[in-house]
Structures are given as structure tokens and as C-alpha cells.
């Protein structure tokens, strides 16, 4: 069965390595001509573990091909993924340009059956939308069935997020477009993975939602580790209370500097325009996203109060992107964070394994260091922003002496407050 994936950004790409290791022939297809000449070259656009590895190895084997001739992969194949970006506009709503572009693409492309799956992140209804573009272009007696087949995939994870799901969601109005896609997710059976079968609607509100649940813990465990701060509670101990709990669970319950990445902001706020255009108001959406938003500012507070007046002081900082095991700058808290402090006259030195290169597209005046300690050398504080493994286990002598002042805010609670101020160090933590 050959299948064609439009769009090699971070869903399309890792879905289309994944779907090759599947024994699939795949081709990936993208109208940006050095994106696909990169890949061809086999360069990933973006830093995901085990990635590189999949893609080679579907190359090598013949099953994974990249084009920028969308037309002619759409009518080479079964079974077309849209996997383009639907960023969201400044009200909130998601852009669907590229959603409309590609369905016009495909309908002028149909020449037989195919499945048209939609991976990209889309609001209800969205289905509906595709399918009267594709009539417009094909005409209303063309063979076609509409699916929506949401990804789950977390970035630093999205290989072993794809190989071994929880769930996998199919939407379709066909059985003959329900079999096709068990075909397609074939080797998941052999580990008994849950296949969740609905209508279109249905499965485009399964991702919303879940996203938009995820996002609310984040953003609550963060207000409970503030309160905690303030009658001298401790988060951790709150946390691990809560998580016994089989109604709740400890998953998303870590306090922090907020959520960021590409799906969490921007499908909150997507939830919330497609209720109102609905005629709903979604009123915990909002106050996830105005939690999440004043999050960053308390940080910038935080540090205030532990430095002391910014002005002329230096802050290093460990990790940029929105976490770890990742690149991706997009909606980080750091980015908020390190434009905060240098409004208040601080300097910002850090150091990312990995995000340092989209870190300087978006931030400037940064000085960015080869390692841990650089950051440290001479700082008046040192902030841990991202909890990347690396930074846990530290040489902590090492950084004290590096340091002007021996100040540390952790701002993932990675550390354990007595055997910091053990150590010698002024520690502060989230709620602890």
C-alpha cells in the first residue's frame, strides 16, 4: 500500500518514518523545495531522538521517498495524510490556509478512491470543510471518503509515541474507509493497542480536548505550588497525594514556568474560538490560558526576589527550549522569562543542549555558552528553565565556585532543597 504524507514538518515526517517501519512505502511531500532537498540529503529539519535513524533506514530499504510533486504523490497512492501546520491567528482561531491549499491540491489530483486522512491538528467540522473543497475541484460523483486520524505524538517521545500509542483515533463515515485504516495500523493489533472508531467530528474534538485537559493540569498544579509558596505547603508531597489518586493520576501534575511547544497553546485557544463560534462560551479555556500566561511573569518576579534588583546583574540560564529532549522554542516560557529579566536591566547568559540555534532567532542579546559552566562563570543566579537530564547531575562544587553569588532558582523542582543548601547555595524551588 503506498501512502503520501503532505506536509514534512514535525507530524508529517515522524508519521511518515514511522508508518516505512511499518513496511509501507511512504512519500513524504512538501512544497518547499530545500526542505526536501535537505531530507534527501538525509538532514532533519528539526532535533527528535531516533528520528535520523528511522528515516535512513526507510531510505536505505526503499520504502521512504521525499518529492516536491504533490500532485503526482497524491496520484500515485491510497491513502493521503494532510499534515500541514495550522498555526493559530491573533484571535485565536486556527489557519486553515494550508488545510484548503493541500484539499484543492488533492482534488485536482483525484483520479480513483482515495482516503483523505487529516493528521494535522483541526477544529470540528473541519472535515466538512475538506470534503466540499475537494468536491468543488473532483466534483461531487468522485470516489472519495474523509478520515480523521489525530496524532498524539510528544515531542522528545514521538517515536515511541507513535510505535506504541495508547489509542489510536480513527473518524470516518465508511467502513470501507475504517478497514483501510486498520490495515494501515496493522502491526499495533500484535500489542493489543485500543482503536477508538467515531464519526469525523467526533475525532477532530478528541484532540482538542485531550490537549486542552492536559494544558488545565499544567496550569492548575502551577497556581496550587503558588499557594503552596505562600502558607508553606510543599507541592511535591501535594502532588504525590493527588497522584494516588486513580481519578486523577500524577501525569501533568509537575509544576513550572508554564506550557508552551506548538500544540498546547494554540489548540487551547482553538478550543476556545470554536466554541464561541458555536455560541459557547469555554470559560476554563480562558482561565488556563491567562494561568499559563501570568506563570511567566510570577517567574520573572521570582527571580526579581531572589536576586534582588536586576539592574546590571547577570543571570544564567539552563535550557531554553519548552522541554527537554527537544529543539522547539515555539511558545517557550523562556523566551517571556529571558525578555522579562532584560526589561529589568539583567543580562542573560544560557546554555540548551539543542534549541540554542532557534533560540537565537527569537532572542537577542543573549550570551550563548558552550556548556553548564560558562553560564555559570560570574553569575549573580542561576536558573534551571528546562529539565534536561544533563543539568540534574551537575558538579555542584564546581558551579558554586563558578558563580559571584550562590544563588540557584529551579524553576522544575529538580533538585532536593536540603542537599542544595547543604551545598551552600541559596535555594529557591516552585511550592517548596
Known amino acids: 500500500m503506498r501512502i503520501v504524507m503532505i506536509g514534512t514538518g514535525y507530524v508529517g515526517l515522524v508519521s511518515g518514518a514511522c508508518f ?53 504523490a497524491i496520484r500515485s497512492s491510497d491513502v493521503v495524510f494532510i499534515a500541514v501546520g495550522t498555526p493559530a491567528n491573533r484571535d485565536g482561531t486556527p489557519n486553515l490556509d494550508a488545510i484548503d491549499a493541500v484539499s484543492h491540491e488533492i482534488g485536482r489530483n483525484l483520479n480513483g478512491y482515495k482516503a483523505i486522512v487529516t493528521k494535522s491538528t483541526v477544529p470540528p467540522r473541519t472535515g466538512e470543510r475538506i470534503r466540499a473543497i475537494v468536491e468543488e475541484e473532483a466534483g461531487a460523483d468522485a470516489s472519495f ?30 467502513e470501507k474507509a475504517v478497514d483501510l485504516m486498520r490495515r494501515l495500523y496493522g502491526p499495533l493489533y500484535l500489542i493489543e493497542t485500543p482503536f477508538i472508531v ?51 493520576s500524577s501525569k501533568f501534575l509537575h509544576p513550572g514556568p508554564g506550557f508552551g511547544g506548538s500544540c498546547f497553546p494554540k489548540d487551547v485557544s482553538a478550543l476556545v474560538a470554536s466554541a464561541e463560534a458555536a455560541g459557547y462560551e469555554f470559560q476554563i479555556g480562558r482561565a488556563v490560558t491567562s494561568v499559563n500566561e501570568r ?62 540555534e532557534n ?55 529538580v533538585y532536593d532543597p536540603g542537599r542544595m543548601r547543604e551545598l551552600g547555595f541559596e535555594y529557591h524551588a516552585l511550592g517548596r
Open 20 to 72: 516505512s517501519e511499518f513496511g509501507l512505502t511512504v512519500i513524504c511531500a512538501d512544497i518547499d523545495q530545500e526542505k526536501i532537498s535537505s531530507l534527501e540529503q538525509g538532514e532533519i529539519p528539526f532535533y527528535e531522538p531516533g528520528l535520523r535513524e528511522k528515516v535512513t533506514r526507510g531510505v536505505a530499504e526503499g520504502r521512504l521517498f521525499f518529492t516536491t510533486d504533490v500532485g503526482d
Open 145 to 174: 471518503d474523509i478520515v480523521s486520524n489525530p496524532e498524539f505524538l510528544r515531542e522528545g517521545s514521538a517515536i515511541e509515541d507513535f510505535l506504541r500509542p495508547d489509542r489510536i483515533v480513527i473518524g470516518a463515515e465508511s
Open 198 to 248: 467515531t464519526d469525523v467530528a467526533t475525532a477532530e474534538m478528541i484532540k482538542y480536548s485531550s490537549n486542552a485537559f492536559l494544558a488545565t493540569k499544567i496550569s492548575y498544579i502551577n497556581e496550587v505550588a503558588n499557594i503552596c509558596e505562600l502558607v508553606g505547603a510543599d507541592v511535591h508531597v501535594v502532588v504525590r497525594a493527588m497522584g494516588l489518586d486513580g481519578r486523577i
Open 295 to 356: 506563570q511567566r511573569v510570577l517567574m520573572v518576579e521570582k527571580i526579581r526576589t531572589a536576586v534582588g534588583d536586576l539592574q546590571g546583574k547577570q543571570i544564567g540560564m539552563l535550557g531554553l527550549s519548552f522541554k527537554p529532549n527537544t529543539d522547539d522554542m515555539r511558545d517557550s516560557p523562556s523566551i517571556e522569562i529571558v525578555r522579562g529579566l532584560q526589561a529589568q536591566g539583567a543580562t542573560v547568559r544560557a546554555y540548551d543542549p539543542a534549541a540554542m
Open 359 to 413: 533560540a537565537r532567532r527569537l532572542l537577542e542579546d543573549v550570551d550563548y555558552c558552550e556548556n553548564s559552566y560558562e553560564v555559570a562563570d560570574g553569575a549573580d543566579a542561576l536558573v534551571l528553565m528546562t529539565e534536561w537530564n544533563q543539568f540534574r547531575n551537575l558538579d555542584f562544587e564546581r558551579l558554586k565556585c563558578s558563580l559571584r553569588t550562590p544563588i540557584i532558582i529551579d524553576l522544575r523542582n
